[in-house]
Every structure is written in structure tokens, then in C-alpha cells.
């Protein structure tokens, strides 16, 4: 049984009060105790007693955690077939995630989009762009925390957090296994890994390794679209004495793209449910020589020590370094009568990043006046650098859908080789954070928390300097952020809670505004039935965004901190072993989301009110639902579907883009006790949809109907 912790009183009157972390903080580290709390769980369903990950410091299960969490395992992810950490995403409950180029890894939940989401590795914040999906095999789990969780990772979220967590190297003596697949579009997949104890038994130190090689590559579904991608991690896990150890852990990923698909134009009128030219969806606009790149670096140093039965701390030293590439023409509309189609946006544009950080936390568990409790603590310090260095010219040319050249990006007038430097951010974040959990009895227990940061942004000119951008631009924030929640177990198998947390974020661009604020009360309940062969969760919540930047309507060239955004939804997730051969498991979640304070420039320049719309991209129900039989010892099939509601193209609200439901089956076949081959079929009914709503606007489609065959060995 895990214990939890106290906050004084003070802690808990000002939390009441208090703002949160902003969206440019930019990285944290997910600590865990050096008991190993993260690791996953290998049975199927909701498993309510596997670590919470992100969403405590404490030790918590999701069971005893009081918010809204939701974890898709290393079983999960093989179970449900997803082929990247973002599929795994999808299979959570409310989250409806895509990867449209230019908008990295996109992420809709709870009404909230974009930045309002937090993304991140191992606990580590990474801007929008290196979120774009990575292959799966990597991966150890995806772990998804509803509302605001600033307090646990700095990043000023205010719909949700995700983390995406790789494999690491544990105390087995030896363990190997690996993947290989082929699809429709000629995708394939070459997998393995390995984890090995590299010292005798009775050595003074320990040391255990874990390598793991993935690359995939296709033509993809639209014309002339190639992919080729490397993803590697090592880790050495050294036991240095029976408290000390220390995980050295290295990450590489290398993702190539030819021709990148930007989307599909939609046909005129733009007016009501969009529509596309199903005869030509799969013509890709962009020209014959465009290009994605993206290479990244990851290193994490992870001492874990414990100083006591009692106390143990953590302290993770890590550096990121990424440069992500793009060259393409984006933007293609059809002329008024649908016989030609109208490209440009003509970009070129080079992103380096550099994050380094340092994260420090102690924990410790006692007894507080015979009460129970767990405190964790700590601080951090962490500086992220970005340098853009963009190409932007218009890039203007017309062809016929049925019969045309691509072009080349170099002939397109006013485009050049070689990047040239614009800005420069580097954001330095200082912070202090603590969290309790109390057990105020043996069924109630009290969770409270606050967490404090410095942030300073400074930005350094790399153009021509005028009276409107200056060489040096700096701005500062001090938000704090905090969480205070209560659990009732009023059965052992069930429990009620209720949280009350907030949120903040640092502005966009560079004017002088304060960080937008957020806040959200939930309330949910975790539970089994059925004599433990069901479990399911379920929660209600309410969040309002406010004071985030709109255009002024006195001065449609300037902004001003005045928008507000609401939300307010339920979520369901339940898994049921049906019989010894029958398993189910689903997920539902319902939004109601609206601006309740915002303007903006229409089609004509003209500043209007978007007041009671809802956002773009935000479809108001998600739900899954997956079904596994094993028909025979040997032999296993299942069934699974998705539904994604209809979404907004515009905050008009005057475009939409049509719903869709997603079919999918699998048969696998256990060869012997380490190997299984399975079958796979994706888009059962070859639905025609679109994953995102480009601005153009235009569809970003979904895959077609594929078809995988895949062998996995492990022993």
C-alpha cells in the first residue's frame, strides 16, 4: 500500500488563489521512486492499481490518484496494433490526435487544442514539432492526465497532458525480442531489442543493458509520399550499491519524408459540410521535390538514492537536441468553378532546438500526528534555446487535378537554397514544486499541491533591427500553480473524488501581456464489478480558459489579453472479461466547448465576435471500443471501432468536415510459447475521411483500408 503526504495549512489557503505554470515551461522530468513504480503492467484492461506515472510524484495508483488518468501499456499498445506513440494516444479516452505537417503532433481533448496540451518525453516538455508521432516500438507506455496538471510538469496545460514514456533497462538477466511486418503501400517494420546483465551475480556493481532498433519505412497512401525512419534507445541501469543506482539512457530518432502531403483541397461552395473530389484524394499538390526532416537527440542521467526505508530522492540531468527541416508549397485551393487547382505558400524553413535541464526531487513517508502521509518536493531548472530561420514567398502556380507536373521548389521565383536566421528564443525556467498526500482515515485521503516558477524569456533579433523589433527583447512571469483533491474509498473495490486545479500559460508572440489563466473542478469515481473481472472510471469536469490574447477591436493590428474559453464534458472507460475467452473494453467521452469571449478578422477585414462557438478541430464525442476472442488455444481474433464526431473547419462555425467511425479486425496465431504471426486489417470499410481541417481549408485524410502481416518473437 502506497502512503501519501501533507501540506500545511498555509500550502492549502493558497492554492485556493493561485495561477499556474505557463505553456514555455518547457521540460520537466518524470520522477518515480526508485522502487520502479512505472513499470507496466501486463494484464489487459484498465489495470487501476498500475502507477499513475506523470500525474504524482508520489507513488500513486491510478486507483488512488485523485484526477482523471488513463495509461495505454506496453500490452496495450501491441494489443490494440498502434504503430506510433500517437495511435496509442488515440486508443484513451476523448483524445483525438493527428499529425498534419506544420502542426507537428496535433492533439484535441476537452475542448482544447494545440498548445492548451501538453506533450511530453519521459516527462520532459518538447515544443509542438517534435511531437509529431514516433514509431511505437520504442515506447514503454502512454500515459494521459485529464485538465490541468502544471503542478507535475511545469508546462502550463490546460486541457490535459500527455506523456509519452520509452523503454528502459531493468534487472533481468536476459530478455530478446523482436518484429517484423509488411503492409499495403509497402510499409515495413524491422524491430528488435534486447536487455542483458552485463555483470556476474556477486559483483559489488550491477549493470544491466537494454538496446532497441526500430526502422520503417513506406510509400504512403498519396502520390510519390516516402517515408524512412531510424528510432534507437539504449540504457544502462547500474546498481552502484543496494541504494544507489544510476540509468545512464540515450535516444535517437531520424524521420525522412519525400513530397510531404499537406492535404486535400476541398471543392466550392465552401459553405456547410465540406466536400472533396473522391476521384482525385489522392493527388499530392506539393511539389516533386519537397521534403520533411527531422533528427533528434536525447540523454537523460538518472540517479535514484534511497536514503532511507522512508526517503528516497531523485535527481535526472538531461539534453535535447533537434533540427527539423521543411520544404514544401502548403497551400492549395480550387479555382471557383473546380477545374484547377490554385497552389502557393511556397515555405522553406530550418527549427534548431536545444533544451538542457536538471530536475531534482526528494520524497519521503511518515506519520503526521498518526495520520499517514507522503511528501515530495524538489526543483528545477531548465533552459530551452529555438532558432528558426524561415523562407516564405508566395509561391503562386495552377493545374489541372487530372493531369499535371509537380514542379520543383528551387524554380519557384524568389526561393533560394540555405537558411538564414530569424529569431531566437531562449526561455530559462527556475522552480520549486511540493506535493502532499494525507490519509485523513482509512477510506478518505487528502492530495494538495503547489508548484512555483521563475521564467524569462529572451529573444534575440537576427534581422534588420527596427523601432518595432529590436535587437533584445526580454519579458518575465512568476505563476504558480496548484492541484487540492479528496479520494473516498467507501468500498474497497470503489472510490468517489473531486479536485480542484489550475492552469496558466505564457502569451504568444512578444507583447507585454501576463500569462492566460486556467482552472477546473472534476469530479469522478475509479471502481471494479462483477467480482473484479470489470473495472471502469468515470469523471465529469468543468474548465474555463480566460485572459488569452484577441485581436483588439478598437485595432485590428494589435491583440489584447481579453479572450475566455469553456469546457465541460464526461468521460467513461470500462473493460469487462465477459467469459474465460471473451474480453471487451471501451471508452466514451463527451465535450461542450465554446468561446464564450473572442474576436477576430473575417474574409473582409471586418473584426467579429465568435462568442458561443466552438473551437476548430474539437469534435464533441470520441469514443473506442475493442473485442478480443481466443477461439482456440492457439488462435485469437478481434474487432475494434472508432467514432470521432464532426468538427468545425472555421470559428465561424460555418464549415464542417463529416464525422466517421473506423473499423478494424486482427487474427493472431501463437506459433509456440515465444512467436505469433498476426493479421491485420485497418479501415475495415475503407472510410473517406479527414483526420484535421487545414485553414485552407482542406482535408487532411485518414488512411485508406491496409493490410498488415506481422511476426513477434520475445524470450
Known amino acids: 500500500?502506497?502512503?501519501?503526504?501533507?501540506?500545511?495549512?498555509?500550502?492549502?489557503?493558497?492554492?485556493?488563489?493561485?495561477?499556474?505554470?505557463?505553456?514555455?515551461?518547457?521540460?520537466?522530468?518524470?520522477?518515480?521512486?526508485?522502487?520502479?513504480?512505472?513499470?507496466?503492467?501486463?494484464?489487459?484492461?484498465?489495470?487501476?492499481?498500475?502507477?499513475?506515472?506523470?500525474?504524482?510524484?508520489?507513488?500513486?495508483?491510478?486507483?488512488?490518484?485523485?484526477?482523471?488518468?488513463?495509461?495505454?501499456?506496453?500490452?496495450?499498445?501491441?494489443?490494440?496494433?498502434?504503430?506510433?506513440?500517437?495511435?496509442?494516444?488515440?486508443?484513451?479516452?476523448?483524445?483525438?490526435?493527428?499529425?498534419?505537417?506544420?502542426?507537428?503532433?496535433?492533439?484535441?481533448?476537452?475542448?482544447?487544442?494545440?498548445?492548451?496540451?501538453?506533450?511530453?518525453?519521459?516527462?520532459?516538455?518538447?515544443?509542438?514539432?517534435?511531437?509529431?508521432?514516433?514509431?511505437?516500438?520504442?515506447?514503454?507506455?502512454?500515459?494521459?492526465?485529464?485538465?490541468?496538471?502544471?503542478?507535475?510538469?511545469?508546462?502550463?496545460?490546460?486541457?490535459?497532458?500527455?506523456?509519452?514514456?520509452?523503454?528502459?533497462?531493468?534487472?533481468?538477466?536476459?530478455?530478446?525480442?523482436?518484429?517484423?511486418?509488411?503492409?499495403?503501400?509497402?510499409?515495413?517494420?524491422?524491430?528488435?531489442?534486447?536487455?542483458?546483465?552485463?555483470?556476474?551475480?556477486?559483483?559489488?556493481?550491477?549493470?544491466?543493458?537494454?538496446?532497441?532498433?526500430?526502422?520503417?519505412?513506406?510509400?504512403?497512401?498519396?502520390?510519390?509520399?516516402?517515408?524512412?525512419?531510424?528510432?534507437?534507445?539504449?540504457?544502462?541501469?547500474?546498481?552502484?550499491?543496494?541504494?544507489?543506482?544510476?540509468?545512464?539512457?540515450?535516444?535517437?530518432?531520424?524521420?525522412?519524408?519525400?513530397?510531404?502531403?499537406?492535404?486535400?483541397?476541398?471543392?466550392?461552395?465552401?459553405?456547410?459540410?465540406?466536400?472533396?473530389?473522391?476521384?482525385?484524394?489522392?493527388?499530392?499538390?506539393?511539389?516533386?521535390?519537397?521534403?520533411?526532416?527531422?533528427?533528434?537527440?536525447?540523454?537523460?542521467?538518472?540517479?535514484?538514492?534511497?536514503?532511507?526505508?522512508?526517503?528516497?530522492?531523485?535527481?535526472?540531468?538531461?539534453?535535447?537536441?533537434?533540427?527539423?527541416?521543411?520544404?514544401?508549397?502548403?497551400?492549395?485551393?480550387?479555382?471557383?468553378?473546380?477545374?484547377?487547382?490554385?497552389?502557393?505558400?511556397?515555405?522553406?524553413?530550418?527549427?534548431?532546438?536545444?533544451?538542457?535541464?536538471?530536475?531534482?526531487?526528494?520524497?519521503?513517508?511518515?506519520?503526521?500526528?498518526?495520520?499517514?502521509?507522503?511528501?515530495?518536493?524538489?526543483?528545477?531548472?531548465?533552459?530551452?534555446?529555438?532558432?528558426?530561420?524561415?523562407?516564405?514567398?508566395?509561391?503562386?502556380?495552377?493545374?489541372?487535378?487530372?493531369?499535371?507536373q509537380p514542379g520543383h521548389f528551387y524554380d519557384i521565383p524568389g526561393t533560394r537554397p540555405g537558411f538564414v536566421s530569424d529569431k531566437t528564443n531562449e526561455v530559462t525556467t527556475k522552480a520549486l514544486f511540493a506535493e502532499n498526500r494525507l490519509a485523513l482515515t482509512d477510506k478518505l485521503a487528502l492530495l494538495t499541491g503547489l508548484r512555483y516558477d521563475d521564467i524569462d524569456l529572451d529573444v534575440t533579433n537576427h534581422r534588420q533591427v527596427t523601432a518595432s523589433n529590436p535587437r533584445h527583447l526580454k519579458r518575465s512571469w512568476e505563476p504558480v500553480t496548484g492541484r487540492l483533491g479528496l479520494t473516498y474509498q467507501f468500498i474497497p473495490s470503489a472510490n468517489v473524488y473531486v479536485q480542484y486545479s489550475t492552469a496558466a500559460e505564457q502569451p504568444n508572440g512578444t507583447q507585454d501581456f501576463d500569462v492566460s489563466t486556467g482552472k477546473q473542478w472534476e469530479v469522478g469515481s475509479k471502481f471494479d464489478y462483477l467480482d473484479g473481472r470489470g473495472s471502469a472510471t468515470v469523471a465529469a469536469y468543468t474548465i474555463e480558459r480566460k485572459d488569452f490574447a484577441v485581436t483588439d477591436p478598437l485595432d485590428p493590428t494589435l491583440s489584447i489579453p481579453v479572450g475566455q474559453q469553456t469546457s465541460k464534458g464526461i468521460e467513461l472507460a470500462s473493460s469487462l472479461q465477459i467469459t474465460d475467452k471473451l474480453f471487451a473494453e471501451g471508452n466514451f467521452a463527451w465535450v461542450d466547448a465554446q468561446y464564450d469571449a473572442f474576436t477576430e478578422k473575417n474574409a473582409a477585414g471586418v473584426v467579429v465576435s465568435r462568442k458561443g462557438n466552438t473551437p476548430t478541430n474539437v469534435p464533441d464525442r470520441v469514443g473506442n471500443v475493442w473485442l478480443t476472442y481466443d477461439f482456440a488455444p492457439q488462435w485469437q481474433g478481434g474487432v475494434d471501432a472508432r467514432y470521432v464526431a464532426s468538427v468545425f473547419a472555421d470559428s465561424a462555425n460555418t464549415m464542417t468536415v463529416p464525422s466517421y467511425t473506423l473499423y478494424g479486425t486482427f487474427l493472431r496465431y501463437e506459433v509456440d510459447r515465444h512467436t505469433t504471426v498476426t493479421g491485420r486489417v485497418r479501415n475495415l470499410t475503407n472510410e473517406v475521411y479527414a483526420e484535421f481541417a487545414h485553414v485552407s481549408p482542406a482535408y487532411y485524410l485518414g488512411t485508406p483500408r491496409t493490410f498488415e502481416l506481422a511476426v513477434q518473437t520475445r524470450f
Open 1 to 404: 500500500m502506497k502512503h501519501a503526504a501533507l501540506l500545511v495549512s498555509p500550502l492549502l489557503a493558497s492554492l485556493c488563489g493561485c495561477l499556474s505554470v505557463n505553456a514555455w515551461a518547457q521540460s520537466t522530468v518524470d520522477l518515480a521512486p526508485i522502487t520502479i513504480d512505472g513499470e507496466a503492467t501486463t494484464e489487459p484492461g484498465l489495470s487501476l492499481d498500475q502507477s499513475s506515472g506523470m500525474a504524482s510524484r508520489l507513488g500513486l495508483s491510478v486507483r488512488e490518484t485523485p484526477a482523471s488518468v488513463a495509461i495505454a501499456n506496453r500490452h496495450d499498445i501491441e494489443r490494440h496494433g498502434a504503430q506510433n506513440f500517437q495511435d496509442a494516444a488515440n486508443t484513451l479516452p476523448g483524445v483525438n490526435a493527428s499529425a498534419p505537417p506544420g502542426f507537428g503532433g496535433f492533439v484535441s481533448y476537452r475542448g482544447f487544442t494545440s498548445g492548451q496540451i501538453t506533450q511530453m518525453f519521459n516527462g520532459i516538455n518538447v515544443s509542438g514539432g517534435l511531437a509529431r508521432p514516433v514509431d511505437a516500438w520504442i515506447y514503454d507506455r502512454v500515459e494521459l492526465v485529464g485538465g490541468p496538471s502544471s503542478l507535475i510538469n511545469g508546462a502550463g496545460s490546460v486541457g490535459g497532458s500527455l506523456n509519452y514514456v520509452t523503454k528502459l533497462a531493468t534487472r533481468e538477466e536476459q530478455a530478446v525480442e523482436g518484429r517484423v511486418s509488411y503492409g499495403t503501400y509497402d510499409t515495413t517494420e524491422t524491430a528488435f531489442g534486447l536487455n542483458h546483465a552485463l555483470s556476474e551475480a556477486g559483483d559489488d556493481v550491477q549493470h544491466y543493458a537494454r538496446l532497441d532498433v526500430s526502422h520503417n519505412t513506406g510509400n504512403g497512401y498519396i502520390d510519390r509520399q516516402e517515408r524512412d525512419a531510424w528510432s534507437v534507445a539504449f540504457s544502462l541501469l547500474s546498481d552502484l550499491t543496494p541504494n544507489l543506482s544510476h540509468t545512464l539512457a540515450l535516444e535517437y530518432q531520424d524521420e525522412h519524408e519525400d513530397s510531404p502531403y499537406w492535404g486535400t483541397p476541398v471543392l466550392n461552395p465552401k459553405a456547410g459540410e465540406l466536400k472533396i473530389d473522391k476521384h482525385n484524394r489522392f493527388n499530392n499538390y506539393n511539389v516533386e521535390d519537397g521534403r520533411y526532416e527531422q533528427r533528434t537527440i536525447w540523454a537523460r542521467s538518472i540517479i535514484d538514492y534511497r536514503i532511507t526505508d522512508s526517503t528516497t530522492l531523485r535527481n535526472t540531468l538531461y539534453h535535447l537536441d533537434s533540427q527539423r527541416d521543411y520544404r514544401n508549397l502548403e497551400t492549395y485551393q480550387y479555382n471557383a468553378d473546380n477545374s484547377a487547382v490554385n497552389r502557393s505558400t511556397a515555405y522553406q524553413v530550418r527549427h534548431q532546438g536545444e533544451q538542457n535541464g536538471n530536475q531534482f526531487e526528494l520524497r519521503h513517508d511518515n506519520t503526521l500526528l498518526g495520520l499517514e502521509t507522503t511528501w515530495s518536493g524538489g526543483f528545477e531548472y531548465k533552459v530551452n534555446q529555438t532558432t528558426n530561420s524561415p523562407l516564405n514567398v508566395k509561391g503562386a502556380s495552377t493545374v489541372d487535378p487530372n493531369n499535371f
